[in-house]
């Protein structure tokens, strides 16, 4: 089997098993079916980015199709908003249709069906027919109204279609089996009448068709020919088949191509709902401030956080193609979104709680306006003058009077470099009547500035702290974010309401102060504020007031949070997977050993699923757990390539290099592995 070969999915096996077997590369047609009740959020992006991503592929068409069929929760508002969230990641469909247009087309087949005795008018009321229904153990039992004419299934049908009776007194059925072990085949609805007003049509029509008659008559209809879909549709298969094989008797000259339904395992995330419906009820009781708020799982909320359609696309890409359901810990989206914007955004300082530190002997009144570099992983990105002044905002918990040794930040009687600037040393402190600190003071030391070239430049101190000059920051309002919900599955419980785990701090509002380059920022601009994170300019910004976004930390915090609250539980918890409860019981760093032991036994493919599972463990690892694996035996190769790539993550996310760290990077440059050399090299 060809490297290619392998590296297929499953649905791409099915659709080039078609083309082997005569299908013609012209007749492959996909599609991406919303219903507009709603905005995508990010599990829809695993169904966009297969159907768009097959789609470029193949250099096949994939239309954006609304299955609006339910008038009663379908909006215009709905639809832009799903158009501008494909659009923004960067998809493009060949056509935009609605199940709405083929409303005529529906019910001209319907009519045939009826004629045919293959559908009748039930006018028994709801709760009678799912009486009737039987259990998945316990087969149905038929209408009183399954043996109604031809004649009077046509006449009724019609004074549904002209608004002659009330909602809920008929229904149009399919007459299939009430013993069919699937239930969904047990005579199911194909048609109510709903007295509403539909965005599209108006008031054309009073009875609307339900979504399993319409689905698959819409993809039939737009010829398309893989219907792919999330596994909760698989028991609709039969269905969907059903109607698709006796529409094709009435129509197969003008629609010869019957499509195929096949089913993916949608994408779950932890610590998120899914469904739309629970969104809106987030919006409608105000606990978010709409559907793009920025701690919603919706694209738009996405965006507006600061997300990249590249990590999103990175993410779902990592995710892979399944046919079994899982849930997918939502730290790797932000792993996604760290990778992205460490390569893309630009390195500015901002302080979020602020103290004030006075370097004594800096002379008053004088401004030194200092070169930043913008991304040092981007060489064309060039610089910007950042300026430094006797007077200067720290944070707060940069400093402590007095520090263990493992306090590697501002203390008295001890250095630290200043970003870009000067080490300084700490001397004394000013204190108000209740104690706290008010002022640091601090001397400088005149030849220590960064990249003068002079010895004192170059003199190695532990720590490196951000600042702004007082007398030239600006203010900005920086929104921080926690997850919206405390619980890793919020909707899984039987016996709780998903809302009791809205996370009631979700969201932190912060009076900060930025350095003045950000005095041009502009809505939607991403930027790393060093050793904080990923922040971007929400749309709120104005002329007056500039206003920040958290996206995301340098490193996952939420991991560790939640490693203590484990730790205090007495058993884990019962709902929890399997998969996700072993993971718990083992530090991160095990973790990364033993993907380690086997990575180079692996294919290709599998070195890289591994190598991203590494480096999302290695943001939970502190630097005193990694470095004993710098000693490991030259021969345990995929162990120190395992600790190549978490040391990695560890300098991204602002960890000192020291002499040990250059020495281990010093002998993997040595080493007979090419892909030990390949990752050192990167460092």
């Not at 799982?297 to 399944?322: H, M, Q």
């Not at 005095?519 to 990923?534: H, M, N, P, S, V």
Request: aromatic share 10%; proline share 4%.
């Amino acid at each position: 089997m060809s490297e290619e070969a392998k590296s297929l999915n499953f649905i791409e096996h099915i659709i080039e098993e078609d083309l082997a077997n005569g299908m013609s590369k012209n007749t492959l047609r996909f599609r991406f079916p919303p219903e507009p009740n709603g905005y995508l959020h990010i599990g829809h992006t695993k169904a966009i980015g297969i159907s768009f991503g097959l789609g470029e592929k193949y250099n096949a068409p994939v239309n954006l199709r609304f299955d609006d069929t339910n008038p009663a929760k379908e909006e215009q508002e709905y639809v832009d908003a799903i158009k501008r969230d494909i659009a923004w990641l960067g998809y493009q469909w060949a056509n935009e249709c609605y199940s709405s247009d083929y409303f005529q087309q529906l019910y001209d087949w319907a009519i045939e069906l009826i004629k045919d005795g293959k559908a009748y008018v039930d006018s028994q009321s709801s709760e009678a027919m799912a009486e009737q229904k039987g259990t998945p153990t316990e087969v149905g039992t038929n209408s009183p109204y399954r043996d109604r004419s031809v004649a009077e299934n046509l006449d009724l049908f019609q004074r549904m279609k002209n608004g002659e009776f009330e909602a809920g007194t008929h229904v149009l059925r399919a007459k299939i089996d009430m013993e069919d072990p699937n239930m969904l085949m047990r005579d199911p609805l194909m048609y109510r009448i709903l007295y509403a007003h539909h965005h599209r049509t108006g008031d054309d029509w009073c009875i609307y068709p339900m979504y399993d008659w319409t689905h698959g008559e819409s993809d039939y209809i737009e010829q398309i020919s893989h219907s792919l879909c999330s596994l909760e549709f698989k028991p609709h298969r039969k269905l969907y088949n059903w109607f698709k094989e006796h529409v094709y008797d009435y129509s197969k000259d003008e629609y010869p191509l019957q499509p195929k339904q096949r089913e993916f395992a949608r994408l779950n995330l932890s610590y998120t709902i899914m469904s739309k419906r629970k969104l809106l009820k987030l919006v409608e009781e105000n606990i978010v401030s709409g559907w793009d708020d920025p701690r919603m799982p919706t694209i738009s909320g996405l965006r507006r956080r600061g997300y990249t359609p590249a990590a999103i696309k990175k993410f779902v890409e990592t995710v892979g193609v399944a046919k079994r359901e899982n849930v997918i810990d939502v730290s790797l989206l932000e792993f996604c979104i760290r990778e992205d914007l460490n390569k893309t955004a630009n390195r500015v300082m901002a302080v979020l709680n602020p103290v004030k530190l006075v370097i004594t002997n800096y002379p008053e009144g004088k401004v030194a306006w200092l070169e930043a570099e913008n991304n040092p992983e981007d060489a064309a990105a060039g610089s910007h003058k950042v300026p430094f002044s006797r007077e200067l905002y720290i944070e707060r918990e940069d400093f402590k009077e007095e520090a263990s040794s493992k306090f590697f930040r501002l203390t008295l009687g001890k250095e630290v470099r200043l970003k870009n600037a000067y080490i300084i040393k700490g001397e004394n402190v000013v204190k108000d009547a209740d104690g706290n600190i008010t002022e640091i003071h601090c001397t400088y030391d005149v030849d220590s500035l960064s990249g003068s070239g002079t010895e004192a430049s170059v003199r190695k101190v532990k720590g490196t702290l951000h600042w702004v000059s007082i007398a030239h920051a600006m203010q900005a309002e920086v929104r921080v974010y926690d997850r919206l919900f405390s619980d890793e599955a919020p909707d899984s419980h039987k016996d709780k309401d998903f809302m009791e785990f809205v996370n009631p701090n979700s969201l932190h509002i912060v009076n900060a102060f930025v350095e003045p380059y950000l005095k041009e920022a502009t809505i939607g601009d991403r930027f790393q504020f060093q050793r904080l994170g990923y922040f971007s300019v929400d749309e709120d910004t104005t002329a007056e007031k500039l206003i920040f976004n958290k996206t995301v930390g340098l490193r996952d915090t939420w991991a560790k949070q939640k490693k203590v609250a484990e730790q205090g539980r007495s058993k884990p918890q019962q709902n929890q997977p399997k998969a996700q409860k072993n993971q718990h019981q083992r530090p991160p760093i095990e973790e990364i050993k033993q993907l380690g032991k086997k990575y180079t036994n692996l294919p290709e493919e599998k070195q890289q699923i591994a190598k991203e599972k590494i480096q999302t463990l290695a943001q939970n690892v502190a630097y005193e757990d990694l470095e004993p694996l710098f000693a490991t035996a030259a021969k345990k190769a995929g162990t120190r390539i395992a600790a190549m790539l978490t040391l990695g993550v560890l300098l991204k996310n602002g960890q000192e290099r020291n002499a040990t760290i250059d020495e281990f990077i010093e002998k993997a440059l040595q080493d007979k592995n090419e892909l030990l050399v390949t990752e050192a090299q990167q460092l």
